[in-house]
């Protein structure tokens, strides 16, 4: 039934709304009689010590209670700590956390996608570094640079060994900085790994490492493949798994994960 409304308080001495709420009937006046201890009912108090009410006003009517409810959440996330309400009502899990506009956030800026990623043994990466220690690398030129710093935390990959197939499944967790950044535990990874030290002083030429939480992994002598099946393969460093569904099959049954929830 639309009968719902959305109605404010607002403070007479500044005219600052102080309160939201939803309600039928006579809901919007049932604050100007409670006597419980909040900091709405704290200002309406300090409002009648100088004499004065309350301005209750109706600001949108004829509503359903989902759309009356909506409208609140609105309301509320846009003043946020400027209000008295103590809860922040339905749909707040559908609105952006207060004091985060100076970061990216996942499910609102961005959402975490499937890819493909290149690993491999070479003069300045090993596998079994990877794995074992929780890392993917890439660098050594602005193009392979460029690629790893595309994946945002949250990210899921599956790494591919060239000429043998794909060794595991992981979820990045801290996004790709330059090598010398990179701590393991409290040692450098640079002393833990020399070869990837080359070019560690260079913004285009650095290795640059992203951490990872691995799903699952494997050594590259159980690298997971099935030829003339469609299983998609390329060169890039990194490239999308969208459109590629039997790929996307095929690794779920090779590593036994559910991508649907560990992107979720």
């Given at each position: 039934?639309?009968?719902?409304?959305?109605?404010?308080?607002?403070?007479?001495?500044?005219?600052?709304?102080?309160?939201?709420?939803?309600?039928?009937?006579?809901?919007?006046?049932?604050?100007?009689?409670?006597?419980?201890?909040?900091?709405?009912?704290?200002?309406?108090?300090?409002?009648?010590?100088?004499?004065?009410?309350?301005?209750?006003?109706?600001?949108?009517?004829?509503?359903?209670?989902?759309?009356?409810?909506?409208?609140?959440?609105?309301?509320?996330?846009?003043?946020?700590?400027?209000?008295?309400?103590?809860?922040?009502?339905?749909?707040?899990?559908?609105?952006?956390?207060?004091?985060?506009?100076?970061?990216?956030?996942?499910?609102?800026?961005?959402?975490?996608?499937?890819?493909?990623?290149?690993?491999?043994?070479?003069?300045h990466r090993r596998w079994?570094?990877?794995?074992?220690?929780?890392?993917?690398?890439a660098g050594q030129g602005?193009?392979?640079?460029?690629?790893?710093?595309?994946?945002?935390?949250?990210?899921?990959?599956?790494?591919?060994?060239?000429?043998?197939?794909?060794?595991?499944?992981?979820?990045?967790?801290?996004?790709?900085?330059?090598?010398?950044?990179?701590?393991?535990?409290?040692?450098?990874?640079?002393?833990?790994?020399?070869?990837?030290?080359?070019?560690?002083?260079?913004?285009?030429?650095?290795?640059?490492?992203?951490?990872?939480?691995?799903?699952?992994?494997?050594?590259?002598?159980?690298?997971?493949?099935?030829?003339?099946?469609?299983?998609?393969?390329?060169?890039?460093?990194?490239?999308?798994?969208?459109?590629?569904?039997?790929?996307?099959?095929?690794?779920?049954?090779?590593?036994?994960?559910?991508?649907?929830?560990?992107?979720?």
């Amino acid at each position: 039934m639309n009968n719902y409304y959305v109605y404010v308080y607002v403070d007479p001495r500044n005219f600052e709304e102080f309160y939201y709420g939803k309600g039928r009937g006579s809901r919007k006046s049932a604050h100007l009689v409670d006597a419980s201890e909040s900091p709405k009912t704290k200002r309406i108090s300090s409002i009648r010590m100088c004499g004065l009410e309350p301005i209750v006003r109706v600001i949108a009517k004829d509503l359903t209670e989902d759309q009356a409810l909506l409208i609140e959440a609105t309301l509320l996330w846009k003043l946020g700590k400027f209000t008295t309400n103590m809860a922040a009502g339905h749909f707040s899990g559908n609105f952006r956390p207060h004091d985060t506009m100076h970061k990216e956030l996942p499910g609102f800026d961005f959402q975490n996608r499937l890819y493909y990623f290149n690993v491999g043994d070479g003069t300045h990466r090993r596998w079994e570094d990877c794995r074992k220690m929780g890392f993917i690398s890439a660098g050594q030129g602005v193009r392979w640079r460029d690629a790893i710093c595309g994946f945002k935390c949250g990210d899921v990959f599956a790494a591919y060994f060239k000429n043998r197939g794909f060794v595991g499944i992981g979820k990045i967790r801290i996004e790709a900085r330059m090598v010398r950044e990179v701590f393991i535990g409290t040692q450098p990874l640079v002393s833990l790994c020399p070869r990837m030290a080359a070019n560690c002083d260079s913004a285009d030429l650095s290795e640059y490492v992203a951490m990872v939480d691995w799903i699952q992994q494997v050594p590259s002598s159980e690298a997971k493949f099935k030829k003339k099946s469609g299983i998609y393969t390329t060169t890039h460093v990194r490239a999308s798994l969208d459109g590629q569904p039997a790929t996307v099959d095929f690794l779920a049954s090779a590593f036994d994960v559910d991508f649907r929830k560990i992107l979720a």
